[in-house]
């Protein structure tokens, strides 16, 4: 049989995707995942003026009420940068002058749960699930120090405090994909759209997220 000695490695690769599909998402075992994120700035106007994107990360919790439906607890940082370009534009077009911004981000801390609900079979080793979850939002920003130099000369240097903001309720809700990579852990990548009660306009931004998840 000439081709005997291909007939090993050939039945092991076979087997492979059979053993990523055994025993996911059963009611009642539970799952812990981390990931990145990559937030992005969407309202109101000042907020997409001012910050730049930020990567964050987070962790989460889960419990598997069925065998298509997650009951999910997570706490995400989502940091944005604040973007010194937008200084420089609003004095306008002054030749000799820079602007340097020295601290001013702002740190948004999230506590939310929720449910992940899965379109795709338990055992499948591609899955697909909309998650929806109401959160709580904790919003500070860092110390500010704005430096106006003309010609190298500094002409103005004033500190800006910063502290807390109010924390608010918002929601958020969003898609993903998850693939099984081992029995017992998989991948997963997807993007949430987030939605904060602030006064006055509300602040909205969305995350771009991807990282690993454990279910013993």
């Known amino acids: 049989m000439k081709y005997a000695k291909y007939l090993?490695?050939?039945l092991l690769l076979c087997m492979i995707p059979a053993s990523l599909v055994f025993g996911q998402r059963k009611a009642g075992t539970f799952s812990i995942g981390a990931y990145a994120n990559y937030g992005l700035p969407m309202g109101p106007e000042e907020f997409k003026d001012y910050f730049d994107p930020g990567i964050g990360f987070g962790g989460e919790i889960g419990y598997n009420i069925g065998e298509k439906t997650t009951?999910?607890?997570?706490f995400t940082a989502a940091p944005f940068k604040i973007k010194t370009d937008a200084f420089t534009e609003e004095m306008g077009d002054m030749e000799g002058y820079d602007v340097e911004v020295d601290?001013?981000?702002?740190r948004t801390n999230i506590i939310?749960?929720?449910i992940n609900q899965y379109f795709t079979a338990p055992d499948a080793a591609l899955g697909f699930f909309v998650a929806v979850?109401?959160?709580y939002y904790m919003m500070s920003a860092e110390d500010a120090t704005i430096t106006v130099k003309y010609q190298g000369e500094t002409v103005y240097d004033e500190t800006m405090p910063g502290g807390d903001a109010d924390n608010k309720f918002g929601a958020?809700?969003?898609v993903g994909l998850e693939f099984q990579v081992a029995p017992i852990a998989s991948v997963f990548a997807g993007a949430k759209y987030h939605y904060v009660f602030t006064e006055d306009d509300a602040t909205s931004f969305?995350?771009?997220?991807?990282g690993v998840r454990f279910q013993p």
């Open 206 to 210: 969305v995350t771009i997220f991807g």
């Open 133 to 135: 979850a109401g959160g």
């Open 103 to 106: 601290g001013g981000n702002l």
């Open 112 to 114: 939310s749960v929720g």
């Open 71 to 74: 009951l999910a607890a997570s």
């Open 8 to 10: 090993v490695p050939v």
């Open 172 to 174: 958020n809700a969003g």
